[in-house]
Protein backbone atom coordinates (compact mmCIF):
# COMPACT_ATOMS: atom_id res chain seq x y z
CA UNK A 1 0.00 0.00 0.00
CA UNK A 2 1.32 3.16 -1.05
CA UNK A 3 1.45 5.78 2.39
CA UNK A 4 -0.96 8.69 2.99
CA UNK A 5 -3.33 7.85 -0.15
CA UNK A 6 -5.82 5.77 1.71
CA UNK A 7 -8.42 6.96 4.74
CA UNK A 8 -7.93 6.52 8.28
CA UNK A 9 -10.05 3.78 9.65
CA UNK A 10 -11.53 3.76 12.65
CA UNK A 11 -12.28 0.36 13.89
CA UNK A 12 -14.64 1.07 16.73
CA UNK A 13 -17.30 3.74 14.90
CA UNK A 14 -20.58 3.90 16.22
CA UNK A 15 -23.64 3.76 14.31
CA UNK A 16 -26.47 6.31 15.69
CA UNK A 17 -30.10 4.85 14.14
CA UNK A 18 -32.87 7.63 14.13
CA UNK A 19 -34.97 5.06 17.32
CA UNK A 20 -31.93 5.63 19.57
CA UNK A 21 -30.19 2.14 18.96
CA UNK A 22 -26.59 2.51 18.68
CA UNK A 23 -23.61 -0.42 17.78
CA UNK A 24 -20.30 -0.56 16.37
CA UNK A 25 -18.76 -1.18 13.43
CA UNK A 26 -15.10 -0.57 11.55
CA UNK A 27 -15.47 2.18 9.35
CA UNK A 28 -13.45 5.66 7.71
CA UNK A 29 -15.64 7.84 9.43
CA UNK A 30 -15.99 8.43 12.93
CA UNK A 31 -19.82 8.18 13.85
CA UNK A 32 -22.51 7.47 10.83
CA UNK A 33 -26.53 8.76 11.41
CA UNK A 34 -28.72 6.24 10.02
CA UNK A 35 -32.84 6.31 10.01
CA UNK A 36 -33.57 2.77 9.94
CA UNK A 37 -31.67 0.04 11.78
CA UNK A 38 -32.12 -3.78 12.38
CA UNK A 39 -33.69 -3.07 15.61
CA UNK A 40 -36.35 -0.90 13.64
CA UNK A 41 -37.02 -1.74 10.46
CA UNK A 42 -40.21 -3.98 9.96
CA UNK A 43 -38.18 -7.25 8.15
CA UNK A 44 -36.12 -7.78 11.28
CA UNK A 45 -39.07 -6.77 14.23
CA UNK A 46 -41.56 -8.60 12.20
CA UNK A 47 -44.35 -5.78 12.91
CA UNK A 48 -46.20 -4.65 10.02
CA UNK A 49 -46.42 -0.96 10.08
CA UNK A 50 -49.93 0.63 8.44
CA UNK A 51 -48.80 2.73 5.30
CA UNK A 52 -51.11 5.69 4.48
CA UNK A 53 -51.75 4.84 1.16
CA UNK A 54 -55.72 6.86 1.69
CA UNK A 55 -53.59 9.90 0.62
CA UNK A 56 -52.01 8.30 -2.77
CA UNK A 57 -55.44 6.58 -3.58
CA UNK A 58 -57.19 9.69 -3.59
CA UNK A 59 -54.80 11.79 -5.99
CA UNK A 60 -55.39 8.75 -8.23
CA UNK A 61 -58.66 8.61 -7.94
CA UNK A 62 -59.16 12.26 -8.39
CA UNK A 63 -57.05 12.04 -11.82
CA UNK A 64 -59.06 9.52 -12.93
CA UNK A 65 -62.31 10.87 -12.62
CA UNK A 66 -60.51 14.18 -14.13
CA UNK A 67 -59.48 12.25 -17.45
CA UNK A 68 -63.11 10.52 -18.07
CA UNK A 69 -64.71 13.48 -17.21
CA UNK A 70 -61.87 15.18 -20.23
CA UNK A 71 -62.70 12.39 -22.33
CA UNK A 72 -66.37 12.30 -22.06
CA UNK A 73 -66.44 16.29 -22.77
CA UNK A 74 -64.48 15.66 -25.95
CA UNK A 75 -66.76 12.59 -26.70
CA UNK A 76 -69.44 15.34 -26.73
CA UNK A 77 -67.94 17.47 -28.66
CA UNK A 78 -67.13 15.39 -31.26
CA UNK A 79 -70.75 13.66 -31.04
CA UNK A 80 -72.21 17.61 -31.65
CA UNK A 81 -69.95 18.17 -34.55
CA UNK A 82 -70.98 14.55 -36.37
CA UNK A 83 -74.54 15.77 -35.59
CA UNK A 84 -73.77 19.05 -37.13
CA UNK A 85 -72.59 18.04 -40.27
CA UNK A 86 -74.98 15.46 -40.75
CA UNK A 87 -77.69 18.60 -40.39
CA UNK A 88 -75.53 20.63 -42.63
CA UNK A 89 -75.21 17.53 -45.40
CA UNK A 90 -79.29 17.71 -45.16
CA UNK A 91 -79.45 21.22 -45.02
CA UNK A 92 -77.27 21.37 -48.83
CA UNK A 93 -79.20 18.30 -49.90
CA UNK A 94 -82.12 20.04 -49.67
CA UNK A 95 -81.20 23.73 -51.32
CA UNK A 96 -79.40 21.77 -54.49
CA UNK A 97 -82.77 19.58 -54.69
CA UNK A 98 -84.80 22.93 -54.88
CA UNK A 99 -83.06 24.60 -56.88
Known amino acids: MKPKIHPTYYPDAVVVCACGNTFTVGSTVK ?3 TDVCSAC ?3 FT ?3 RIV ?3 GQVD ?5 LQ ?3 AYAASRRKKKRRKAILEIVDEEEAAE ?3 NS
Not at 59 to 63: D, P
Open 66 to 68: AAE
Open 46 to 48: GEQ
Open 41 to 43: HPF
Open 52 to 54: DTA
Open 31 to 33: TIR
Open 59 to 63: RFMKR
Open 95 to 97: ANG
